[in-house]
């Protein structure tokens, strides 16, 4: 197994991150590494996602977490091994968000396969963690 997690602290409410989350439609609007994201069916777990990164084909993914304004995880499988990318997000004093993005990669091709692909895929965690904090701060707070 492979794993990289990378970390923030938004001084924005983990329900204002989760409502960014939850609108996977809308992700391009704060995920620069994304051309293209369309969910087929509602936010929950077993709904398929495709997504078209920036110059490659499109690929597909399954929802495989949904805990509101906690957790959400999907899995691509991918030439042998399983792609299990997750957003944890952990409420601070506040009104603030302590965000984990973590990739996991598996499977009978991870050992060959996730030191090349690995680096490649979470070379922008960074950059699409502040464009979701950025884009949460923009966004209204959920009704109660």
Same mark, same amino acid.
């Given at each position: $197994?492979?794993t990289y997690?990378?970390?923030?602290?938004?001084?924005?409410?983990?329900?204002?991150?989760?409502?960014?989350?939850?609108?996977?439609? +809308?992700?391009?609007?704060?995920?620069? /590494? $994304?051309?293209?994201?369309?969910i087929?069916?509602?936010? &929950?777990?077993?709904t398929?996602? /495709? $997504?078209?990164?920036?110059g490659?084909?499109?690929?597909? /993914?399954?929802?495989?977490?949904?805990?509101?304004?906690e957790?959400?995880?999907?899995e %691509?499988?991918?030439? +042998?091994? %399983? !792609?299990h990318?997750s957003?944890? !997000?952990? +409420?601070?004093?506040? /009104?603030?968000?302590r965000i984990v993005?973590?990739?996991?990669? %598996?499977g009978?091709?991870?050992?060959? !396969?996730?030191?090349?692909?690995g680096?490649?895929?979470?070379?922008?965690?960074?950059e699409? $963690? &502040?464009?979701?904090i950025?884009?949460?701060?923009?966004?209204?707070?959920? &009704?109660?």
């Amino acid at each position: $197994m492979w794993t990289y997690e990378y970390a923030a602290e938004a001084d924005v409410a983990p329900d204002r991150i989760w409502a960014v989350l939850a609108d996977i439609d +809308g992700w391009t609007a704060w995920d620069t /590494s $994304m051309e293209a994201i369309a969910i087929h069916g509602p936010f &929950a777990v077993g709904t398929e996602i /495709s $997504m078209t990164p920036a110059g490659q084909d499109p690929i597909r /993914s399954t929802i495989v977490a949904v805990v509101p304004n906690e957790r959400y995880a999907d899995e %691509t499988q991918f030439g +042998g091994v %399983t !792609l299990h990318f997750s957003h944890t !997000l952990h +409420g601070l004093p506040g /009104s603030r968000t302590r965000i984990v993005h973590r990739l996991d990669i %598996t499977g009978p091709g991870a050992t060959e !396969l996730a030191p090349e692909l690995g680096p490649a895929i979470t070379e922008d965690f960074p950059e699409a $963690m &502040a464009g979701l904090i950025a884009q949460a701060g923009r966004t209204r707070a959920p &009704a109660r």
